[in-house]
C-alpha cells in the first residue's frame, strides 16, 4: 500500500508524494475502487492535494491500483 497526497492526474496516471517523500505513479484501471470513507467514490472526485491510501496489490511496476481509498482535500484554512 501506498500512503500519500496527490500531486497531479493525467488521465488514468496519478503522481502522488508518499509519506517518504518520494513521488510515485500509478494507474487507474476499470477494475480499481474508489472509496471514501465507508461510501463508494468515483476516480472524478480525486484532485490534486487530496490525501490517499492506494492498494497497488503486488507492487509490480508499472503499478497500477486496485483500491484508492482518499479523503476530501480540505479547503478551509485553520487561523
Not at 518520494?22 to 490534486?48: H, I, N, W, Y
Amino acid at each position: 500500500k501506498l500512503m500519500g497526497t496527490i500531486s497531479s492526474i493525467d488521465k488514468n496516471k496519478v503522481v502522488m508524494k508518499t509519506t517518504e517523500g518520494k513521488d510515485m505513479t500509478f494507474e487507474v484501471t476499470p477494475t480499481t475502487t474508489f472509496k471514501s470513507g465507508a461510501k463508494r467514490g468515483a476516480q472524478a472526485d480525486l484532485k490534486a492535494g487530496m490525501r490517499v491510501v492506494v492498494n497497488v496489490g503486488g507492487g509490480v511496476e508499472p503499478l497500477k491500483a486496485k483500491e484508492v481509498q482518499y479523503s476530501a482535500a480540505t479547503t478551509t484554512a485553520k487561523q
